[in-house]
Structure formats: C-alpha cells, structure tokens
C-alpha cells in the first residue's frame, strides 16, 4: 500500500474513531458474538474457535464474516458493526494509535512470511543481490520485513538488488508466475496458492522462510507476531465471559490446526473461495502459536519497535500502552 | 476510405460482404469473453488449465485475440480503398474468419493441445493476413501505407518470440510477458501513425459540422517526432523495461504526444463523437507513457499502472473509434454515431479510469474495482458497440452498393 493510500485509510480510521466513541453504537442491535476475520489462517483459526460449544452457550450463534481489505475492517470495526476480529498486529496498533477503542486478545500467527524465488532456490538473503524482487505494497508488513532483513544483510535496495512494488499481491503473484521477476515477497497461503499454480505450469520455485533468516539475521526467534484477534473494548466490558470464552476457545482452536491440518484445511475451504490443499500447504508452512497479549507484548514491542523504524505509518504513532493489551486472568 | 471501383458481385450473407463485417462484429463480442479466465482466476472463483500463466493468456487473447480481429477488419477493408485492389469477401472471407475461430479455440485448449499446434494455428491467422495485404501494400498504390504493413510484420514476429518463449521457457534472453508488451507498443505506434492519416479527414469534418471558423494546421515534423519517440519507447522497453532511461524514453514519448495533440481542434468542434473518441485514445497514450515513465523512476508507485491506461485506454479506444467510424462509413451511412455509443464510452472511459486509478490510489480496493468493476464496464462498453452496431454489420448497405 502506498503512502497516500495509508494516510487515506488512517484518516477513514481516524474519522470512524469519533463515532467508536458514541457508547453502545452497533452493539444493541444484534443478539450473539459478531466477528470478523481476513481470508486465510486467522480465518481458519477464529472459524474453529467460533464452533465452540461452551462459547455459543454463553454468546448465541456467532457470526463471522470475511473481510478482504483493512478498510472494510476498519470502518466495520470503528462503527461497531463487528464486535472481535482476527487481523494482522499492525493494524490492530494502528487502529488503537488512531483512537479506535480496541484491545488485543492474542497473537497466534507467528511466522507467515516468505520468498518464492525463480530459476534457483536462494539459501539467504545475501543471494538476492543482483535479483529483481516483487513486493505486493510498499510500506505493509512484508516490504518492511523486507527491507529491514535487506539493510541487516548490508544489501542496498536500488545498488545491490532491484525492488518492483506492485497494486496487489495478485499482480505479484501473475508477474512472478510469468517470470517477470526472481523472486516474490508472499504470506501464506498466497505462496502455497502459487506454488501450486507454478506447478500445474512446470514451475518450481524456491522457498525461502523469511521468519528464519530473521533469527538468523537479528539472533532472535525464528518467530514474528504477525496476527492475532482484537476486540472492541465495550465488548470486554459488557460481556468479559464472552471475550474469556473466545480466548479459551483460541487457545484450544491453534493446537487444534496444527494436530489436525488435514481438517483444518476443509474447514478453511468451507469457509472461503481458497482451497483445501492451498489451506494444508499453508499450514504447513506457517507457524502458529497462541500467546495471550500479555504474553506476546515482549515479541509483539520489539517487532513494532523495529518496523516502525522504516516507516512511522506501519503502526501509526508510538508503541500502544497498557490499555491495547488484554491483562492476563 | 471509400469502397473499390471495381467490386465483383455480392456475397449472398450481407456480413460476408467485407472484412470489418464480421471481423469488428466477433471483436466486440469476444472482448469480454476473453476476459473470463482471467478474472474467474483473480477472484479464485474458477481456473482453466491453460497451458500457461494466466496473465500472459489473459494478454495474449487480448492482442492476438480481440486487437487481431479488428486490425485484420481494419486492414482488409481499408487496403483496397488505399491500394485499389479487390476485397476480401464471400467464401475466401469466411475462411478466414474461420481460421481466427480455430486460434481462439486452440487457445482456450492450450493447456491440451499439442504447444505447438496452438502456435501454428494462432500464427496462420496473421501471416494470411499480412499475406493478403502486404503485395497490395507494395503496390504504387499503396506504398504510402506500407508503415502499417512493416508494423504488422513487428506484431507478427513479437507474436512468435511469445511461442517461443512459451514452448522454449528460459532459453531465451526474453521473457513470456516481453513479446507482448512490444506488441502492444507497436500497437501504439500503429494508433499514431494511423493517426497522422486520418486526423486531418476527421478533425475538418468536425470543425465543419460544429461551424466552427478556427482554421486546422497540422504540423508533420511533430506528428514524425511523436512516431520516432514511440519507437524508441518500444525499443527501450523492450530492452530494459522498469529502467530509469526507459522512464525518461517514455516521458519524452508522452511530451512529444501532447505537443501533437495541442495541434487537434479543441473547443466544441471536440463534441463531434468520431473525434472524441480518436483523441481520447491519443489522450489515453499520453497518459500512460506519463505513468510508465514515471513509475520507472519512482520506486514506490505501483510499476504496471500506466500500462492499463495504454492498453484500456489507447488501445482499447482507438479499436472502439475504429468500429464506430469505419462501421458507419463502409455500411454508407453518414458519420453520425448511434446514441448507444456515448454510453460504450463512457464504460470505457471510466472502465480505464478505475483500472488505472484505483491501484495507484485505493489499492485495498484492486479486486472489487480495479479488476472486477472495470471488467463489467468494459463487457458494458463492447457489448453496447455489438448491440448498436449489429444491424448494421449484419444487414447490406441501405445504398444498395457493394461492400
């Protein structure tokens, strides 16, 4: 995403704050649990935690509905129309920085990111230079994950490697397939999607775990925390057995994806237009792990603290204080 | 264009009694058709074993599916008035027109058939063509014209570095996407050069019909300057796309555009639809090489957004004006536009307007408009041109003359 268009969003984000603000908008008007979830493994895993019978007991039928761009959520979110979603960290800081009340549960995804490359597999990222690398979105977390490996690795982008960004991921995936690039920044279970979509054309490309080459490159974990759920703070407020039974039913719902990814994946295809071996390989090659806020706040502070750098935007202001992380207990 | 003295008696079908007939009818109504797989696959609603990326399927048609059909309409219909030479009609015509039907089904099956067989098929079509109108071309006659003809031969030969690159991946310095990016920038050329013959005959009959008094001077040493900087763009972009030299190239490109098109008549003489509709073409071209140009030399933006305006946009409505003016004009009907048309270009101007805009602005955005609206208005805009047009293209000239 570029610039303009970030600061567009943050100022729709900004705008629907003001009427987050009115108490109980959106939240009267229907009965049971109203969630919401990007397409792919935060789907799965909320979709699986919403099945829980001691949740729907407690909150009615919940209902979960797909969002495909953060604007959509943003405005669904800011104007109470959903109570709790899945969604990447950033913008969950984001929408917290811009005054939109909302609390983070957990963080589960923790390692979505990844390097498809063409015509040889790269071991690192120091094989990069001289390539041509498409980016889906300046400024979103892959490109600063990127970037900030890049600078790690003493590569420079424009001398030692050249980076094309692209409108969507769709265009990245299309121009890699079309051997347009060398190598394409992808999350899961987009890079499975191409892979199996480079397969049907003779096409196998490499693979390189970017999670990895982070603990390589910073001497932490192979682990980033990308995604996890948020909730709107009335919701906590008025119904805090519904949000406890939510993190129970996560917590329950990630072992559950990995154990299982077979299920896990016709599960996931039920729910969206990705299929299920798309959804397999992609559990496959992801690492999800529940960590409660208060858990994850180490990881979550450090990760911030290091994109945030590359770009002021990716979070929108500071690191978010005590009130953005749901206590333990 | 005016039909040869000498035509021989007509075919029975009245759509087989010249080229742009059935060639701008089938056109239309494949424009849209080809763009199923693409977006069915964008949307992750359905995939078709193709045979390849779906990005280069999904150009491949639109060049050498949709743009090959009105070019051949164009050109077999416009040489014999150029070169006085008999026209292509009846049986030899149908042929013909059959010939680009099996490349088009070849196509769709190119993930079955034989890589090979899929080529040849899809090259017999334009090398009949060029077959066809190339001896005409080198005629006294025709020998003014015989650029088009060299710029036809281009595509052809990019078309095949498109097989090649297809059935031999990797043992090509080029990529699958390079051919069809250079026959697209020959495209370009095409519209500016065919541009220099044919603004002249319709700018004067709009100044005309609008009463305006403004005498036209057309320059030809900008109108060469504007053809030499397009061919230098493809050439550069053929070599080393996304480069900074080729962002300047394509921006000196764009310049040397809009000085030419400063040269058209604006004012109410620019409410005439024919001209309208060439000069938002030429305003489309300018535009694009701007982004390209523009987007090579700033690395944040978005790197394919000013191809859609060429593509869309210049390419998308040149093919459109020259349905609309040759299709009136070969029928003997006088150059005033259907109604319907209006609204054929409004979907294509805002069809391009949101498949260019929207990644650059709202790219949160890229599949509901950019991809999916944009789709629905171009179908909007090719299917208004058949349902307009169709009459017209089916029935015999109200004249009672041949063609």
């Known amino acids: 995403m570029n610039d303009l268009s970030r600061r567009r969003l943050l100022q729709l984000a900004a705008a629907s704050a003001a009427l987050a603000a009115l108490p109980g908008v959106g939240l009267a008007a229907q009965a049971g649990l109203r969630a919401a979830t990007p397409l792919g493994l935060p789907q799965l895993i909320l979709a699986r935690a919403l099945q829980d019978e001691r949740l729907k007991a407690l909150a009615g039928e919940p209902d979960l509905r797909a969002w495909r761009d953060p604007d959509q959520l943003r405005a669904w979110i800011a104007g109470g129309e959903v109570q709790l979603t899945a969604t990447p960290t950033n913008v969950a800081a984001n929408l917290y920085n811009r005054g939109v009340p909302v609390v983070l549960m957990n963080v589960n995804v923790w390692g979505t990111l990844g390097m498809l490359s063409l015509p040889r597999p790269f071991d690192s990222l120091s094989d990069l230079a001289g390539r041509h690398v498409g980016v889906p979105w300046r400024g979103d977390m892959p490109d600063l994950v990127l970037r900030y490996l890049l600078a790690r690795q003493g590569l420079e982008v424009g001398r030692d490697l050249r980076i094309t960004y692209h409108a969507s991921p769709f265009e990245t995936v299309q121009m890699f397939l079309a051997r347009r690039l060398d190598a394409a920044v992808l999350p899961e279970p987009m890079r499975t999607a191409t892979r199996l979509q480079g397969a049907s054309l003779g096409i196998e490309p490499g693979e390189l775990d970017l999670q990895r080459e982070w603990a390589r490159l910073t001497g932490g974990a192979a682990a980033l925390p990308q995604a996890g759920v948020i909730c709107r703070r009335e919701l906590l407020e008025a119904h805090p057995d519904w949000v406890a039974a939510v993190q129970a039913a996560v917590a329950e719902a990630v072992p559950w994806v990995n154990a299982e990814p077979a299920a896990a994946a016709r599960l996931g295809a039920e729910q969206s237009p990705l299929s299920a071996p798309v959804f397999e390989g992609a559990i496959a090659r992801t690492r999800l792990e529940m960590q409660t806020a208060a858990q994850a706040r180490p990881a979550l502070e450090a990760f911030f603290g290091a994109l945030a750098e590359l770009s002021s935007g990716f979070i929108g202001g500071g690191l978010p204080d005590d009130a953005f992380y749901l206590a333990d207990g | ?403």
């Open chain 2, 1 to 403: 264009m005016t039909p040869p003295l000498d035509s021989s008696a007509p075919p029975r079908l009245p759509v087989l009694a010249y080229a742009f007939r059935p060639f701008f009818l089938l056109a239309a109504l494949y424009a849209p058709l080809a763009l199923l797989p693409w977006v069915g696959g964008m949307l992750q609603l359905f995939s078709l074993d193709l045979g390849m990326p779906p990005m280069a399927w999904h150009a491949h048609e639109m060049l050498f599916g949709f743009v090959a059909a009105a070019l051949a309409g164009f050109l077999l219909t416009a040489v014999p008035s150029w070169a006085r030479v008999e026209p292509l009609t009846g049986a030899p015509l149908a042929a013909l027109v059959l010939l680009w039907l099996a490349g088009r089904s070849a196509f769709w099956l190119a993930g079955t058939l034989p890589g090979w067989l899929v080529a040849l098929v899809n090259l017999a079509f334009p090398l009949v063509v060029l077959g066809w109108a190339l001896p005409a071309l080198l005629s006294p006659e025709g020998r003014r014209h015989l650029s088009l003809g060299v710029l036809l031969g281009g595509v052809l030969l990019a078309q095949l570095g498109f097989y090649l690159a297809w059935l031999a991946p990797l043992s090509l310095p080029f990529g699958l996407l390079d051919p069809l990016h250079l026959a697209a920038n020959l495209l370009l050329i095409m519209i500016a050069v065919t541009a220099t013959r044919i603004v002249r005959v319709v700018a004067m009959a709009a100044v005309q019909a609008s009463g305006a008094e403004r005498p036209l001077r057309f320059t030809s040493a900008r109108e060469h300057l504007a053809v030499a900087t397009l061919c230098l763009f493809a050439l550069a972009d053929f070599l080393a796309q996304g480069h900074p030299v080729t962002g300047w190239i394509a921006l000196a490109a764009a310049a040397a555009q809009a000085d030419r098109l400063s040269e058209w008549p604006w004012g109410r003489a620019m409410g005439r639809l024919y001209l309208l509709l060439l000069t938002l073409a030429y305003a489309w071209l300018t535009l694009g090489l701007v982004l390209v140009g523009v987007t090579a030399l700033v690395e944040s933006l978005p790197a394919y957004a000013g191809r859609h305006a060429l593509f869309l946009g210049a390419i998308g409505t040149a093919v459109l004006a020259v349905f609309c003016i040759a299709g009136l004009r070969h029928t003997g009907r006088s150059l005033e536009l259907p109604r319907s048309i209006w609204l054929a270009l409004a979907c294509l101007l805002l069809g391009t307007a949101l498949r260019t805009g929207v990644p650059l602005l709202w790219p949160q955005q890229y599949l509901v408009v950019s991809v999916v609206a944009a789709a629905a208005l171009w179908l909007l805009a090719f299917l208004g041109y058949a349902f307009g047009y169709a009459r017209m293209l089916l029935s015999a000239r109200p004249d009672g003359l041949p063609g």
